[in-house]
């Protein structure tokens, strides 16, 4: 829902939430009305080819939320007891197949994806595949045959051909159906792109007229022509539409086959079976859901590299102009050096002064950072875990954030890097220490207000100070006995108490801080149970990157084996052992880049 309304503000469209009740009562209309049109076409021996209210239960969980299942129960009870004349009592228990199915789906999908729209990733349309065929799909096929056996309206001679048809027929409808319930229920008005390409639409559309009745009508083999119209629909017209046109399409070739018509109807008397109508159906929802993915990956990216070459352009600009002026300056400076000898005791005496109030600006901004770092006083005071912490700046004035804070029982823990280290990085880094007290004295808890209302701080400070400076920066909240986490850094390393070594890429819960000025729709949250004696190791790439004479890195691997080694010692142990390695590592050679580790374990 928060996603939805963040959308529909970012587009200036109009959004008005329904009630838990309306939607419980649209969904169970919707999926009765679903079943119900399906079982007045004519039932061939083969079966039916898909389940339409599957995927629109599926769907409606998505993107309206997993507790609005008592809808699903109540389509799949009507239509039971008035279509299918199933009793009362057994038509309470026969609907909970089909509900418990779709909330294992749902649960899975958003568990595995973090969001409730899996289609704006390639990984998560493959995610959101293999949980629709071979989680919920099962489920309900096998509980609704295993049912259907002991009630005797399925016989065992059948059994394997019932349950083969249920699952796909579950299948074919999610892959379907779902995809455009999300997509139309994500905004409330007609998309502007939609509106644009109207004469882009119309030839999609009178192509897929002209195929689908040599098809269906004519029964012309040429059923796979219809994926290229489909696939510039997904790159040109977006998710509604090409969703929209692949419910027709599917829709249209299994009412024409129901009636006996069309290739498909032909290839079910010759193979006894729907299989090429489920696998043409199956490969166009799976093909389009696959480049619509693709197309909004590459459009995101587009984005952000959109960005950083305007910015790279107005720095090629400024740079044309100094070329162009530096004839007339090099002239004038020729005339004023010979008037400046005169000067030069003066200026030379000024530089000088210079010098001293620049060395003693760095070394109250370096004096600043040591002041706000966590005292050993304070992280005492933390009763359920053992922090141990440590920065040391490449330069007199270091770019890495790391802090500890305390309040109402959350015990919030932050580690980042400024690009670059000196005066610039140094006073970011106390800008965002600022920035993260001040809203968690406020009482900020929704990771998402937090981590964008830092970037915006931070993106608007940096633009007036004209400065290309960003951050990566992670978030940890501890509370009840687990680690909150968004942002995006270093990868996050855990010591299990067997011994065991995670690694965890945080790419996924974030975006650079002060980037751009909106990062809302990048930013999620990772949760992450933490057992007694587990340990928990934040580090900047000063870490991993350092090298030695040999040029060679310190690396994720040996920082992980140092943490294996000595996981079962008290924080501050761990953080010498880890330090000691890498300067051992690093020997005479230039320390290039600030160095910072957090090291946590709960006691």
């Known amino acids: 829902m928060e996603r939805v309304r963040a959308i529909a503000k970012l587009c200036k469209l109009p959004y008005r939430s329904l009630t838990w009740r309306q939607d419980v009562i649209m969904l169970a209309i919707a999926y009765f009305l679903g079943g119900w049109l399906v079982l007045q076409m004519p039932q061939s021996q083969y079966g039916s080819p898909f389940w339409p209210p599957v995927g629109i239960a599926l769907g409606a969980l998505l993107s309206r939320g997993i507790d609005r299942w008592l809808g699903i129960y109540l389509g799949a009870f009507l239509i039971s007891v008035l279509i299918n004349k199933v009793p009362f009592l057994l038509a309470l228990i026969t609907s909970s197949s089909p509900t418990i199915g779709c909330i294992i789906s749902a649960a899975l999908i958003t568990r595995f994806t973090h969001n409730s729209y899996p289609f704006d990733r390639l990984r998560h349309v493959l995610i959101f595949i293999i949980i629709s065929l071979f989680t919920g799909t099962i489920y309900q096929s096998v509980t609704g045959n295993v049912m259907g056996l002991v009630l005797g309206f399925t016989q065992r001679e059948t059994l394997l051909n019932s349950l083969i048809n249920w699952w796909a027929g579950d299948s074919i409808g999610i892959l379907v159906f779902t995809p455009l319930i999300i997509s139309w229920t994500r905004l409330r008005t007609v998309s502007k792109l939609l509106v644009s390409r109207k004469y882009e639409i119309l030839f999609v559309v009178l192509a897929l007229f002209v195929i689908l009745l040599l098809c269906l009508i004519k029964s012309q083999p040429i059923e796979y022509l219809i994926l290229p119209p489909l696939l510039w ?225 931070i993106y608007e400070n940096v633009k007036r100070m004209q400065s290309d400076r960003n951050l990566s920066l992670i978030l940890l909240d501890y509370y009840n006995n687990t680690l909150s986490l968004s942002g995006q850094h270093e990868s996050v390393i855990i010591a299990r108490q067997n011994g065991t070594i995670e690694e965890i890429d945080t790419d996924p819960y974030g975006f650079p801080i002060g980037l751009t000025d909106d990062i809302s729709e990048f930013i999620s949250e990772l949760k992450i149970p933490l057992s007694r004696g587990e340990v928990v190791v934040l580090y900047t790439d000063g870490i991993v990157e350092a090298i030695n004479s040999q040029k060679q890195q310190y690396g994720i691997d040996r920082l992980k084996r140092i943490v294996g080694q000595n996981y079962h010692k008290t924080s501050a142990q761990i953080r010498e052992s880890i330090i000691t390695d890498l300067h051992e590592h690093i020997g005479d050679y230039k320390i290039f880049d600030d160095i910072t580790l957090v090291v946590i374990k709960r006691k």
Request: hydrophobic residues 45%; glycine residues 6%; charged residues 20%.
């Open 233 to 457: 629909s997904a790159f040109r017209l977006g998710d509604r539409a090409t969703s929209l046109l692949v419910a027709i399409v599917a829709t249209a070739a299994a009412t024409v086959t129901a009636y006996e018509i069309g290739v498909f109807f032909k290839s079910a008397q010759v193979n006894e079976s729907l299989v090429l109508l489920q696998l043409f159906i199956g490969v166009i929802s799976i093909t389009t859901m696959t480049v619509l993915s693709i197309v909004t990956e590459n459009q995101t990216a587009n984005q952000i590299i959109s960005k950083q070459v305007q910015i790279t352009q107005d720095a090629l600009t400024k740079l044309d102009h100094l070329n162009k002026n530096l004839e007339k300056i090099v002239e004038e400076r020729t005339l004023e050096i010979k008037q400046a000898n005169l000067e030069i005791t003066k200026l030379n005496h000024k530089l000088k002064a210079d010098n001293i109030r620049m060395s003693s600006e760095l070394e109250i901004t370096r004096r600043l950072q040591n002041m706000i770092l966590p005292t050993p006083i304070e992280l005492e005071q933390i009763k359920e875990l053992d922090i141990a912490g440590i920065m040391e700046p490449a330069d007199e004035v270091g770019g890495d954030y790391y802090d500890v804070l305390f309040h109402h029982s959350i015990t919030k823990i932050g580690i980042g890097d400024v690009t670059g280290h000196g005066l610039e990085s140094g006073v970011i880094m106390i800008m965002v220490q600022t920035a993260i007290r001040t809203l968690m004295l406020h009482g900020e808890t929704d990771q998402t207000k937090f981590l964008t209302t830092i970037n915006q701080t």
